[in-house]
């Protein structure tokens, strides 16, 4: 058994030497307090401003040309930023899926409804290239906030199906405002309806035959955003052109207006 000054002595040394290891750490590194923000690990570092919005810029687009099993033509649109080049393969996909389905040539158009904030919306015409008769036409819509394609259900409050009613009542009104024969008292708008958005507006679509006589074989009708606002989804891509479409840095919505948009042209200036 060592005597006991030895052990005193030792638990001395023993002692000084943490003391001393401790401090010499303390002297290399800052404590918590002296760590700024920007020193807080990425991945727990909060947002600047958690209920800021992102605001997206207007998207680059161009045409793409594509033959389908040697007979059909397709043309449609491509998105040139890397970040959401995924779309281009997206909206290809529909595209020539649609083309599929017919068991005779057809050709493509398209036409960009919606290129703002977040929201991408398009409408594609196909044609019988035999007769260049009008077959079908395929609008979508793609949201950038959720990364895919939405649906007409998506742009209002989930829960509360009297968007449904009132949508309804507008598109009829709307229909009766342009003198249409209409078929039924109610117009349908169910889960998956067609439809397309435009800067200030959104506009459903039908079939021919499906709500009117054939004098409008493709009935589109347009309600103003504002006149849902009570009903969109916050935060929704229909919420977020309505909440910019007056803002000063906003494109001007005409750009792309039914009217004046370029058919099958170079979209990227």
């Given at each position: 058994?060592?005597?006991?000054?030895?052990?005193?002595?030792?638990?001395?040394?023993?002692?000084?030497?943490?003391?001393?290891?401790?401090?010499?750490?303390?002297?290399?590194?800052?404590?918590?307090?002296?760590?700024?923000?920007?020193?807080?690990?990425?991945?727990?570092?909060?947002?600047?401003?958690?209920?800021?919005?992102?605001?997206?810029?207007?998207?680059?687009?161009?045409?793409?040309?594509?033959?389908?099993?040697?007979?059909?033509?397709?043309?449609?649109?491509?998105?040139?930023?890397?970040?959401?080049?995924?779309?281009?393969?997206?909206?290809?996909?529909?595209?020539?899926?649609?083309?599929?389905?017919?068991?005779?040539?057809?050709?493509?158009?398209?036409?960009?409804?919606?290129?703002?904030?977040?929201?991408?919306?398009?409408?594609?015409?196909?044609?019988?290239?035999?007769?260049?008769?009008?077959?079908?036409?395929?609008?979508?819509?793609?949201?950038?906030?959720?990364?895919?394609?939405?649906?007409?259900?998506?742009?209002?409050?989930?829960?509360?199906?009297?968007?449904?009613?009132?949508?309804?009542?507008?598109?009829?009104?709307?229909?009766?405002?342009?003198?249409?024969?209409?078929?039924?008292?109610?117009?349908?708008?169910?889960?998956?309806?067609?439809?397309?958005?435009?800067?200030?507006?959104?506009?459903?679509?039908?079939?021919?035959y499906e709500?009117?006589?054939?004098?409008?074989?493709?009935?589109?009708?347009?309600?103003?955003?504002?006149?849902?606002?009570?009903?969109?989804?916050?935060?929704?891509?229909?919420?977020?052109?309505?909440?910019?479409?007056n803002t000063?840095?906003?494109?001007?919505?005409?750009?792309?207006?039914?009217?004046?948009?370029?058919?099958?042209?170079?979209?990227s200036a």
């Open positions: 058994m060592a005597p006991r000054g030895i052990k005193t002595a030792a638990l001395a040394l023993m002692a000084a030497m943490m003391i001393t290891l401790i401090c010499a750490c303390a002297a290399d590194g800052p404590t918590w307090d002296a760590i700024t923000p920007d020193e807080t690990p990425a991945a727990t570092a909060a947002p600047a401003n958690p209920n800021e919005e992102r605001m997206y810029d207007r998207l680059e687009l161009m045409r793409h040309e594509e033959l389908v099993d040697e007979q059909s033509v397709m043309i449609c649109p491509a998105v040139a930023d890397d970040e959401y080049g995924y779309l281009s393969t997206l909206i290809a996909i529909r595209v020539r899926s649609r083309i599929r389905s017919y068991d005779y040539a057809v050709s493509t158009s398209f036409r960009i409804k919606c290129n703002a904030n977040g929201v991408l919306s398009m409408l594609i015409s196909f044609y019988d290239m035999e007769t260049d008769e009008l077959i079908d036409k395929l609008p979508i819509t793609y949201d950038l906030a959720l990364g895919r394609e939405i649906q007409i259900q998506d742009c209002f409050e989930e829960g509360d199906g009297a968007w449904r009613s009132v949508l309804s009542a507008r598109v009829q009104s709307a229909a009766e405002g342009q003198h249409m024969t209409l078929l039924s008292d109610i117009l349908p708008i169910e889960d998956g309806r067609p439809f397309y958005l435009t800067g200030a507006g959104i506009t459903v679509m039908y079939r021919p709500i009117t006589t054939g004098l409008d074989p493709w009935p589109e009708l347009s309600i103003p955003l504002s006149n849902l606002k009570r009903w969109l989804k916050d935060g929704g891509a229909a919420d977020r052109l309505l909440k910019t479409e000063e840095t906003e494109a001007p919505w005409n750009e792309y207006g039914a009217d004046t948009e370029e058919m099958n042209g170079d979209l």
